[in-house]
């Protein structure tokens, strides 16, 4: 019988191997069905920008009421920054920083979140800071088993702007410490991982 202690460290383990297995699995599922193959996937969505992400230094994601065991509506927003962009077939090369505003409700807890309903606005800058308009992408995953209910914001489609009608996938990896959640509760959090627009 593992003693009290030992409790929350085992739930933030189990946490954080379930997020780990949604950053993979978050890439595949907004570019096809999930009964197709793995490697049959890979060939039909082709890459066209890849970014590093941050939450910005002072403005972490934020849960409103805070997250808990108990599943319960809770608004999520947050504001990202875009780095290091990508274009692997070119087209979108002038594409090179980003900042990025997300917001939305859901049913949420500590291990997870469903329900979920918002949008997520990008701004798009060139080398020289130049604003080169903003995308708009709306959600398509409506749940998700993670920590951080604001993985789904990142798992959706492009309505209109630059990089119109083509998928994200994405995922939020915690820089900050979330074991409270299953104890006191989180409010917020700072994170670092990847943005991926496929076509």
């Given at each position: 019988?593992?003693?009290?202690?030992?409790?929350?460290?085992?739930?933030?383990?189990?946490?954080?191997?379930?997020?780990?297995?949604?950053?993979?699995?978050?890439?595949?599922?907004?570019?096809?069905?999930?009964?197709?193959?793995?490697?049959?996937?890979?060939?039909?969505?082709?890459?066209?920008?890849?970014?590093?992400?941050?939450?910005?230094?002072?403005?972490?994601?934020?849960?409103?009421?805070?997250?808990?065991?108990?599943p319960r509506t809770t608004k999520v927003s947050g504001s990202l920054k875009l780095t290091d962009c990508t274009s692997p077939d070119g087209k979108y090369a002038q594409l090179r920083t980003g900042?990025?505003?997300?917001?939305?409700?859901?049913?949420?807890?500590?291990?997870?979140?469903?329900?979920?309903?918002?949008?997520?606005?990008?701004?798009?800058?060139?080398?020289s800071g130049r604003s080169l308009g903003t995308s708009t992408l709306k959600p398509t995953l409506r749940s998700v088993n993670s920590y951080n209910p604001a993985d789904s914001f990142l798992a959706?489609?492009?309505?209109?702007?630059?990089?119109?009608?083509?998928?994200?996938?994405?995922?939020?990896?915690?820089?900050?410490?979330?074991?409270?959640?299953?104890?006191?509760?989180?409010?917020?959090?700072?994170?670092?991982?990847?943005?991926?627009?496929?076509?």
């Amino acid at each position: 019988m593992p003693s009290p202690r030992s409790r929350p460290t085992k739930v933030s383990r189990a946490i954080k191997a379930a997020a780990t297995t949604l950053m993979a699995l978050t890439a595949l599922a907004t570019s096809a069905p999930a009964s197709v193959p793995a490697s049959t996937i890979q060939h039909k969505a082709a890459e066209t920008l890849r970014c590093r992400l941050r939450t910005v230094p002072g403005h972490p994601i934020t849960f409103t009421p805070k997250l808990t065991l108990q599943p319960r509506t809770t608004k999520v927003s947050g504001s990202l920054k875009l780095t290091d962009c990508t274009s692997p077939d070119g087209k979108y090369a002038q594409l090179r920083t980003g900042s990025g505003e997300a917001s939305g409700t859901g049913q949420a807890s500590c291990g997870g979140a469903s329900g979920i309903n918002g949008s997520a606005a990008i701004t798009w800058y060139d080398r020289s800071g130049r604003s080169l308009g903003t995308s708009t992408l709306k959600p398509t995953l409506r749940s998700v088993n993670s920590y951080n209910p604001a993985d789904s914001f990142l798992a959706g489609e492009v309505t209109r702007g630059p990089l119109a009608h083509l998928h994200a996938a994405g995922s939020i990896t915690p820089t900050s410490d979330v074991t409270a959640c299953t104890s006191s509760g989180l409010r917020s959090l700072h994170g670092t991982g990847t943005l991926r627009f496929l076509r």
